[in-house]
Nanobody
Framework: QVQLVDSGGGLVQAGGSLRLSCAVSGGSVSRYAMGWFRQAPGKEREFVAA????????LYGDSVKGRFTVSRDVAKDTVYLLCKRLKSEDTAVYYC????????????????WGQGTQVTVSS
């Protein structure tokens, strides 16, 4: 029913920016809390950011707080992750995810996942 397509990844130099997108189909983005997670080679999946289903509040992982911003466009049923001042440690596959109820940082609580988009930050 619900499908997520994440995109916008690519190669960027350290200090640069990328804007990731997550298109939601099969339901309005307003029905779900949306999250972003990432997984780097040899590391566990890490919480990045989340936005509550009403869009009234956001959460961020400590490693990206102050640099990344999650937002949504209800009219486009799309969630964004603006990644600024990127560092080499940000290199990972980024996944968008959706869940019913409240937003959160626990990946196992999210029911729907995108296919992932690669972000590579070069030095």
């Amino acid at each position: 029913q619900v499908q997520l397509v994440d995109s916008g990844g690519g190669l960027v130099q350290a200090g640069g920016s990328l804007r990731l997108s997550c298109a939601v189909s099969g339901g309005s983005v307003s029905r779900y809390a949306m999250g972003w997670f990432r997984q780097a080679p040899g590391k566990e999946r890490e919480f990045v950011a989340a936005i509550e289903r009403t869009g009234s509040s956001t959460l961020y992982g400590d490693s990206v707080k102050g640099r990344f911003t999650v937002s949504r466009d209800v009219a486009k049923d799309t969630v964004y992750l603006l990644c600024k001042r990127l560092k080499s440690e940000d290199t990972a596959v980024y996944y968008c995810a959706a869940k019913t109820g409240l937003s959160g940082s626990q990946s196992n609580l999210y029911q729907y996942w995108g296919q992932g988009t690669q972000v590579t930050v070069s030095s």
